[in-house]
């Protein structure tokens, strides 16, 4: 609707524009509309890769421009002053990450960027370096806090809350937050070095949440057993209630009993008792077990595993060689136990002519596994299997989270109750740090001085601490005191 505009003159709601982009210095693409509306043209900035644009995205924010001209609603967007001594946080958090961009790993580069576009840049990125203070931190920091709740409550009565993209909306744990705090911590260091800030405002003392971090779990030999045992049987595809009532109904038909007697006596349909008698043990290499056995075995992390190769497996030298990992001391040879060894040689036999910079773990479609994938689809489906032997013979389930990290702290203790050095150790696994290799080397000496003090203690209670009744022989053949002896002469025991 045309309404008078600019001293009464008719509004023009003919409007054109197109989407333009250029390439920055930090290596980002940043994204702009060039529109022509009211008789002028005007420059609309969207945003970088950080905020999220693509061309796709700005063209269908042109479409929602234009069609707010042609209803007379759009505004052209107010000049703005830059000022270089004063950037926004977008700005220069931006400019800070594609400046470390070199020095860091992928995955650190992905994890940085990825806390700056779904957490900090959502709060901070018109916000100017000089009105960022404690009050706007903590305020970003009680915010999370309460999104958190409200998906824990929408969660307790049975309501599913969901993000821009559809997925599930997961609360925040308190040490992602404190993550978004120590990434805002280094970039604001940078603005006090380059002397845009005098004190950095997120180094101020109570912005960080107190980290419940719960304690590594340790499996118990008979839980590490069921929990193999669990993996090759999700392989094997045929359930041993399966196979147990197959093996009925083929003993049925070989007596010569009808299909609709045996569905009877089986509780299934003839079809389906048909079908039990064709169901058989099949003896096949589990990709589950293997991956459980290597984890387990090597005290690999769940990322080491998901980039070896099968150059990097040494059968001949009994060696592991984990070339990429977490740390410099993760980059190690780890050796093979013979155990291992046989699975990994049955393992690999089972590929079909992979080349040497294939991984040795692939899926079925044969890409490389992800930490993703081997907890989805390899560990989760193992302890649930796990649990399920174990209720059939009335023993307590495995701990309530068993992760990769799980495996990797069992093979740690296991290394120690087998007797090797806490050096070799360390070097196994890849510690730089004792701190963790100590406190499970603690746990098992804890283990070890608990059973020894029970045995102790029933040996006092049963056994050592039971003084035999004295019977009449018995106390014949006790030795005489002195005093008594002494007595009987007349004489003094003096």
Known sequence: MATPRDGGRPLDTRGTGQVLAYDRKDGLTSWYLRVRAYGSRHRVNLGTELDGWTQARARIEL????????????????????????????????SWLARRRPSYKQRTYEHYRYLLTHHLLPAFAAV?????DYAAIDRYVEAKQLEGEEIREATRRGLTLTNASGRRKRPLANSTINATVELLIAILDEAVRRKLLVVNPA??????????????NVLEIDELEDLLAGAAEIDQKVTPKVLERGATARALRDRGVPWKEIGRRLGVAEATAIY??????????????????????AGLRNTELCRIDIRDVDFAHGTINVADAKTEAGVRKVDLSPMLRDELLAWRAS????????????TRAGSRRDKDNINARVIRPAVRRANERRALRDLPPLPARVTAHTLRRTYI?????????????????????????????????????REQIGRAFDHL????????PRTPARAARRPMSR??????????PG
């Open 63 to 94: 479409q929602n421009v234009l069609a707010k001209i042609q209803a007379g609603l759009w505004e052209p967007p107010a000049p703005q002053a830059t000022a270089l001594d004063d950037p926004t946080f977008h700005q220069f958090a931006s």
């Open 128 to 132: 100017r370096l000089s009105q960022l």
């Open 203 to 216: 180094r101020e003392k109570g912005l960080r949440l107190k980290e419940q971090r719960p304690r590594g």
């Open 276 to 297: 039990y008698t064709q169901q058989h043990s099949r003896q096949r290499t589990s990709a589950r077990r293997t991956i459980i056995a290597c984890l387990v075995g």
């Open 351 to 362: 590929l079909d002519a992979p080349a040497p910079e294939s991984p040795f773990f692939p």
């Open 413 to 449: 203790s296991m290394m120690f109750a087998a007797g090797a050095e806490i050096p070799y150790v360390m070097a196994q696994v890849g510690h730089g740090d004792s701190k963790v290799t100590l406190e499970i080397y603690a746990q098992v000496l804890k283990r070890r001085d």
């Open 461 to 468: 209670l049963v056994g050592g601490g039971r003084r035999e």
């Open 483 to 492: 005093s008594k002896t002494a007595a009987r002469r007349g004489r003094n």
